[in-house]
């Protein structure tokens, strides 16, 4: 039973191909939803026609053409029962003279000889086949047929039972749906008419749905939007409708965040400030160093949250050079004593929020410089992404605890810390930049020995 179920769960060969085949479907296919609305619209457009096209060609094509060539074929065989019935030459000559007038065929009749070899079958011609059947099945004498080329005239030869040899000149549209083409354009111009409508009409309706996607993504980054309004059908409306309603809420939850740490800003400021006149008033007893110290490492908490906070709810997007952060960040590292290389490759300029952009390099840059004596910065610009890697020769964060530091006061003990206060701020920080820009911030292992920190944002 066990064996059976197992068997069961196994893929099959069919299973397998049909996967396999679906998966090359996807990636040939385009990824776009104009492009695979315009498939929608061709591919049945382009099936109907070719079954049309057969089904006329196989049916009405050779239906007509079929009756046409055995027109043709009673005419020859009245023309040939005329010659065999009066074979003087005098007749022959009114038998040329009724089959030019009444029947629209040139004829001549040779004193003798032999058919000349048969000619190559064409491949697409119907008119070779069916005449070829029709006089077979009607005159029943050694024939030869001319169909090749583009000429208007079919040539038809012979051999009579005497030995002489009957020439036959007709019309090719005598036999022959010569005005099939007709049918074929009329049919590929509607179609294209219909497909240029199609395509004006989908591109009407896919312009609010990327007006929509590049409104959501400009929003992702911080980027303000004042032109955007609900247009297109009734779904893609109500969908920009309720992206504008998400955006409004998202933004008075900001508004409202930045003025409740504007009022705690306020209140702690004040016990703060009691605090330091208290401490101030107490004089300069050795007991009273550690209090100082705390009280200052509260100040600078607060005053580094509500910067940032006011910061992200205040500053447009605007050029950043990443040379210039280049050469502030060897100045500092100057100062400190630290060797740092850099590297810039693409665009020098980004469009990002210059303030909030360079704090959050400036806080991994700072924490590098902190521990370690070697740094590297390695800034990469492509036509969609900005990467920015700071790698260094510290002592590195553990695996384990990388995602952890980026949440909000978290304090290693034992390893390092981004924040300049050891308040834990300052990795929370440099992430919620970067996801604000529609980024990310991730931590790694270095291969000069210490942590990797990797930027990584939308241009």
């Known amino acids: 039973m066990r064996a059976s179920i197992d068997s069961l769960k196994r893929e099959s060969p069919a299973d397998g191909a049909w996967k396999r085949l679906a998966r090359w479907l996807r990636r040939r296919l385009p990824m776009g939803l104009y492009a695979r609305s315009l498939l929608i619209v061709v591919i049945p457009m382009v099936l109907l026609q070719s079954v049309v096209a057969f089904v006329f060609m196989e049916r009405h094509w050779q239906l007509v053409t079929q009756?046409?060539?055995?027109?043709v074929t009673n005419d020859i065989a009245a023309i040939v029962d005329l010659i065999t019935t009066f074979p003087e030459d005098g007749d022959i000559n009114e038998i040329v003279r009724i089959a030019r007038e009444q029947l629209d065929l040139n004829i001549s009749v040779d004193p003798g000889g032999e058919l000349p070899p048969p000619r190559p079958k064409p491949f697409f011609e119907i008119l070779d086949r069916i005449l070829s059947e029709e006089i077979s099945n009607q005159v029943r004498l050694p024939f030869w047929i001319d169909t090749v080329g583009n000429s208007k005239i079919v040539e038809i030869r012979l051999r009579l039972e005497d030995g002489r040899i009957l020439r036959i000149y007709a019309r090719r549209n005598q036999?022959?749906?010569s005005n099939t083409h007709i049918f074929l354009v009329w049919m590929v111009g509607a179609s294209l008419v219909l497909l240029t409508i199609a395509i004006l009409f989908l591109r009407g309706?896919?312009?609010?749905?990327l007006a929509l996607a590049n409104a959501a993504e400009s929003f992702g980054k911080g980027q303000k939007i004042d032109d955007f309004a609900p247009r297109g059908a009734d779904e893609i409306r109500r969908a920009g409708l309720a992206f504008i309603l998400m955006r409004e809420r998202i933004e008075r939850q900001i508004e409202q965040r930045t003025a409740m740490l504007t009022g705690v800003s306020h209140d702690l400021r004040t016990i703060l400030t009691r605090f330091k006149l208290q401490l101030a008033l107490a004089g300069d007893s050795p007991d009273l160093e550690n209090l100082n110290q705390d009280v200052e490492d509260m100040q600078n908490m607060l005053e580094g949250y509500l910067?940032?906070?006011?910061?992200?709810?205040?500053?447009?997007?605007?050029?950043l050079k990443l040379s210039d952060l280049m050469a502030r960040f060897t100045?500092?590292?100057e100062l400190?004593?630290?060797s740092l290389t850099t590297s810039i490759e693409g665009e020098d300029e980004i469009r990002v929020r210059p303030n909030a952009f360079t704090r959050l390099l400036a806080n991994l840059v700072s924490n590098a410089y902190r521990y370690a004596d070697t740094v590297h910065i390695d800034a990469r610009q492509s036509a969609k992404w900005l990467t920015v890697i700071v790698d260094d020769d510290g002592p590195g964060i553990p695996e384990a605890v990388r995602e952890h530091v980026f949440k909000p006061f978290f304090r290693l003990d034992e390893a390092r810390n981004l924040d300049?206060?050891?308040?834990?701020?300052?990795?929370a920080i440099a992430r919620d930049i970067a996801r604000s820009h529609g980024g990310n911030v991730t931590l790694g292992q270095s291969p000069l020995g210490g942590l990797r920190a990797t930027v990584r944002v939308p241009t």
Request: proline share 2%; aromatic share 8%; charged share 20%.
């Open 67 to 71: 009756r046409l060539s055995a027109a």
């Open 175 to 177: 036999a022959y749906a």
């Open 205 to 209: 309706q896919i312009r609010p749905i």
């Open 307 to 319: 910067a940032f906070a006011r910061g992200e709810a205040e500053e447009d997007v605007g050029q």
């Open 331 to 333: 100045a500092e590292a």
């Open 336 to 338: 400190y004593g630290k």
């Open 420 to 427: 300049s206060s050891g308040t834990g701020l300052g990795l």
